[in-house]
């Protein structure tokens, strides 16, 4: 049998440096080699689910019996610009149902449609969902579990359980009872002992209890098997001798099947294995190196929101930071190190999160969310229901706002001023330098109500930042360049966010002017009417789509206003973005 991190080895030492997925494809799916099981053996089962496909990664070939570790890597579309650098569509091969960014994602939920839909149709499927231990504390998860054992699906459920170290109770014991309690002997002596002692129930609760008692004594399967699975585990994820058995004894049982696999982040990669948090997602660097610390550069916006967070924590004691498990990602890091007690990761679970931080607020709290805006999407409701009707004062930092390149569709924060402006008593920003987002910071802090500051990934102008915390008038805009257009031909640029420094670019050839608007939410009608009344025809332009965007808002005061001027309406296409540059996509 090839030694799958050899193999991998020898087909992408050079490809590696030419895009960092293959290494990300590397730490993030050595675990999943051993699925290469079914070489030889038998076909892939239906369907495969990941639980994040954000690497090219089809595991077999289309006849089934070869394991393709290299991905996409070697494919005549491999250096593409939909292909070299970032998440791939579903489509990238055969055994993919779906593309997903959002980890449990309905995962589970789904694979039990997947099934069910099978056995409508009259054909036999087995259906793999392959979830990782984060995703576990999702609240979509249990819902799934709870749904396919109900129905009792022909579902595997493999749970990747990578918490940095291979946990004690991996052992030659387990891995023992992983093949017996697999084995077509055990379920068929456990179905045959079910039908003869359910006549006589205290004798059949009996043994369901013994049974219970003796797996729960040496492995934690007790909550999956209340649900309907039959839990094998915890394994060695990277031991295939024991795996691959395992694998090949529950394909042939009927029901939920729920496998425990323990790996170790970044496994056969020793920088990744003593950093897998900065391997996780890295840049291009040579694997023979590893990653170079860079120069100190301008600071990102998450950075920035990191720093004011730590001072604005040491200013005003009822301030506490939450995160949906993105503690690194959102810039928590030193907050959790200077305020311990004031830091809370609720996992991935942002309705909690939101809840959460509602709950805290009602009690004279001041909380802060730091949350990617692609993830807000999922606590939607909390956010209404909780928060917005009843005014609380709750911080949303909402990071990754606009296109954010290599995650592509499923991670852009492509509306969130949309879904956001529409909310009453919420307040929305959007900083178009990096001391503004810090001011906007503290705005929305001190504003006794909800409010959302909305900023992009990566760095911004190089504004000087003050270290002061100094709010900005709530509602009103600046206008940045005047135009000195002759009448007639006078444009004004309305810009929010991000745009506003392609907004000057673009200004200087058509002599415009241009208004950094600040807020989405509440909008500044009295600037807008202004330029409107003194210029020839406006423009807005925004890093969010177009439809029912801020440029919708403009056009909605002026109709109030019974203002009529031509106006152009710049921002995302009525379409899902696909992972590149953000400048080239812009």
């Not at 990747?160 to 077509?184: F, T």
Request: aromatic share 8%.
């Amino acid at each position: 049998m090839r030694d799958p991190v050899e193999e991998f080895r020898r087909h992408n030492r050079d490809d590696a440096r030419r895009s960092p997925e293959l290494i990300r494809f590397k730490i993030a799916r050595m675990a999943a080699a051993p699925l290469g099981f079914f070489r030889g053996t038998f076909h892939l089962f239906a369907r495969d689910l990941l639980d994040r496909v954000c690497e090219p990664v089809p595991l077999l070939s289309d006849e089934g019996v070869e394991m393709d570790l290299v991905g996409d890597a070697h494919s005549e579309n491999y250096g593409t610009y939909k292909a070299a650098d970032g998440a791939v569509h579903y489509d990238i091969n055969d055994f993919d149902e779906t593309t997903h960014g959002h980890f449990d994602f309905d995962l589970r939920r789904l694979a039990t449609s997947l099934f069910l839909a099978a056995r409508d149709r009259g054909e036999e499927r087995n259906v793999i969902a392959v979830i990782g231990d984060g995703a576990m504390s999702a609240g979509m998860a249990f819902e799934a579990l709870n749904n396919a054992g109900v129905i009792d699906a022909n579902l595997l459920v493999i749970l990747n359980d990578n918490d940095m170290s291979i946990s004690p109770p991996v052992g030659a014991l387990n891995r023992y009872l992983a093949r017996l309690m697999s084995g077509k002997f055990y379920a068929a002596a456990k179905n045959v002992g079910k039908q003869m002692l359910k006549p006589v129930p205290p004798l059949f609760e009996l043994a369901r209890k013994i049974e219970e008692h003796a797996k729960g004594m040496v492995v934690p399967g007790t909550l999956f098997e209340e649900f309907g699975f039959n839990y094998i585990g915890p394994i060695d994820g990277h031991d295939l001798d024991s795996l691959i058995p395992t694998l090949a004894n529950l394909r042939a049982l009927d029901g939920p099947q729920f496998l425990h696999v323990v790996t170790k982040k970044g496994q056969g990669y020793k920088l990744a294995e003593a950093d897998p948090v900065l391997y996780h997602g890295p840049g291009k660097f040579d694997p023979r190196e590893g990653i170079k610390k860079s120069a100190p550069g301008k600071p990102t916006y998450t950075q920035v929101f990191g720093d004011w967070l730590c001072d604005m924590a040491a200013a005003d004691p009822r301030l506490v930071g939450i995160t949906p498990a993105m503690r690194e990602g959102s810039g928590l890091v030193r907050f959790e190190q200077e305020f311990p007690n004031r830091y809370f990761d609720v996992g991935i679970a942002e309705q909690h999160a939101v809840t959460f931080a509602a709950g805290l607020a009602c009690e004279g709290m001041k909380p802060v969310v730091a949350i990617y805006s692609t993830f807000l999407q999922r606590a939607y409701d909390q956010l209404i229901h909780d928060v917005a009707i009843q005014n609380l004062p709750v911080v949303f930092a909402l990071d990754r706002g606009g296109l954010v390149g290599a995650d592509g569709a499923t991670h852009h924060g492509a509306f969130d001023l949309s879904y956001l402006r529409c909310i009453p008593n919420l307040v929305v920003m959007a900083p178009s330098d990096e001391n503004e987002c810090r001011r906007m910071l503290t705005t929305a802090f001190r504003h006794d109500g909800p409010a959302a500051v909305r900023y992009p990934r990566g760095t911004g102008p190089g504004a000087t930042i003050e270290r002061t915390l100094e709010t900005l008038p709530i509602g009103q805009g600046v206008i940045r360049r005047e135009s000195g257009a002759r009448p007639g031909a006078q444009i004004a640029i309305l810009a929010f966010g991000s745009m506003v420094q392609p907004a000057f670019a673009a200004a200087e050839a058509i002599d415009a002017t241009v208004a950094d608007m600040r807020f989405v939410k509440p909008i500044d009608r009295e600037l807008i009417e202004k330029l409107a009344r003194s210029h020839d025809a406006l423009v807005t332009i925004e890093e969010n789509v177009v439809l029912g965007g801020v440029g919708s808002a403009c056009r909605e005061v002026l109709d109030e206003l019974g203002v009529e001027r031509p106006m152009l309406h710049l921002g995302l296409p009525d379409r899902f973005v696909d992972h590149g540059d953000p400048a080239r996509l812009l």
